[in-house]
C-alpha cells in the first residue's frame, strides 16, 4: 500500500506553490535538462504527494526546482525521494565554490541521517585523479552571495572546536565521536559557508572547514569507511584550495596517498604524495613534507622499490628535523615521532629489513606510551610483532602481538583491527603452534566484534 510523500508535502506546503505552479515549474526545468517528455500537470503532482515514485530524472528536477526557490541545495531525500546520488556527487571536485558548499553539505547530511547507504559507497581508486591535478592548478572561482555576514568570531568559535575533535581521534580512535563531528559540521559550519563574508573571513572560514572535513574523512578511514573517507577528503581538498592554504591541501593530499596505498593502490599513493610534494614547494611545513616523504615511502615499499622507500625514509627523517612545532599549524601536531617512526617501522617491514623495522616500532612505542596513544601504539606494537615473525621469533611476536589486543581494545579503530587480523595471517606459517592458538583465541573477541 502506498504512502503519502509527507516529505514533499512539507516542501510544496513551505514553498507556498500550488500543484499547479509545481508542474510548471518542473515542465520548465526539465526543458533546461534537455527532458521535454517530463511534463507533468497538478494531477500528476497530486499523485506524487500520494506515494507515487516520478521516475529518473524527475526526482532531480524536483530537487533543482526548490533549491532555487530556497535558496540553498535541497536533495532528493530531503523530498521524501530516495538518495540522488550524493555519494557520486561528493567525488566530484567542482570548479564552482558554492556547488562544493552544497556537495559537502549533503555528504554530511548523508553521514548522518543515511550512514549505512552511505556506508556501502565503494572506494574509487582513479577519483583522486581530477582532483589533485586541479588543486594543483589552484583555479578559485565563484563567491558565495546570500545569508548574514560572517564575522571573524564565528569562525574563531569554529576552529577552537578542531583541537577537541582531533585530540578525540587520536586518543579513542576514529569510530569514537565521528558522527558527533558530522552533526556539528551540519549545524554550525557548513550552513556558515553559505553567507556572505569578507574575503579574509570567507578564506579563514574555508580554512577551518577544510581542516574539520579531513578530520571527518580521517575518523571515516580509521573506522573503516573508506568510501565515505574518500568523499570527505576530496571535498576538504576543495575547501583547502579555496581558502589559499597550500600545507593544508598537501595535508590532505598525504590522507588521500595513505588511503590508497592501504587499500592496494600504491601507485596511486605515490603519486599522490608526490602531488602534494610539488604543490607544498617552498611552503614552509617541514611536518607536513615530512609525512609526504613517509607515505610516500610506504607506497614505494608496497611496490617493491626498496631503494626508493629507504631513500624516502631518509628524507622523512630529515625534513622532521626542520620542525619548529610553534611554527606548524595545529593540524600537524599529530606529526610526531610517535607516528612517523609507525610508519617507518611499516616501511621496514615490508621491504625486509626486519631490524630497522624493530628500531622504529621501539621508538614509535616509546614515544606513544608516554603520550597515553593506544592507537599509534597498537599500531607499533603489530609493526614489531611484524618483524619479530621475520626474524622468526615466535614468542617475542607472540608478546608483541598480546600488547597490540591490549591497546586495540582502548580505542575504536579499524586499523587496529586490521593490525590485528594482518598478525594473524602472518603467524598462519607456524600452523597449530601453542602460541599462535593462543593468540589466535584471545584475538577472536576483538576481530568478531569489527
Known sequence: MKQANTDLARWLRQSGMSNTELARRVRAAAQTWGQPHVSPDATTVRRWLA??????????????????????????????????????????????????????????????????????????????????????????????????????EDVTAVRNMFGEFQKMDVLQGGGSGRLILAGYMNQHVYPLLRRTHTEAVRRALCEAAAEQTYLLGWMSYDNGEHGTAQRYLIQSLRLAEESGNTALGAHVLAGMADQATLLGEPEEGRRLAQAGRSGLGRIASPACLADLWALEARAHARLGDKAAAAKAVAASEAAYGRVRPAEEQEWAAFIDPAYLHGEHANTFRDIGRPELAEQHAQQSITHARRQRRARRGALSQAALAASHLQRHDLEAAHAAGLRTLSLSRRVKSSRCVEAVRDLLRRMSPYGKHRLVADFGERARELTSAA
Open 51 to 152: 506515494g507515487d515514485h516520478p521516475r529518473p530524472p524527475v526526482p532531480e528536477i524536483l530537487a533543482d526546482v526548490f533549491s532555487a526557490h530556497a535558496g540553498y541545495r535541497v536533495t532528493t531525500y530531503d523530498l521524501g525521494l530516495g538518495d540522488g546520488g550524493t555519494a557520486e556527487r561528493a567525488l566530484a571536485y567542482n570548479a564552482s565554490f558554492p556547488d562544493t558548499v552544497e556537495a559537502v553539505a549533503d555528504l554530511g547530511r548523508a553521514d548522518v541521517d543515511r550512514r549505512k547507504l552511505l556506508a556501502a559507497a565503494p572506494f574509487a581508486a582513479v577519483a583522486a585523479v581530477g582532483p589533485s591535478r586541479d588543486w594543483l592548478l589552484n583555479a578559485l572561482d565563484q563567491r558565495p552571495s546570500s545569508g548574514p555576514r560572517v564575522r571573524l
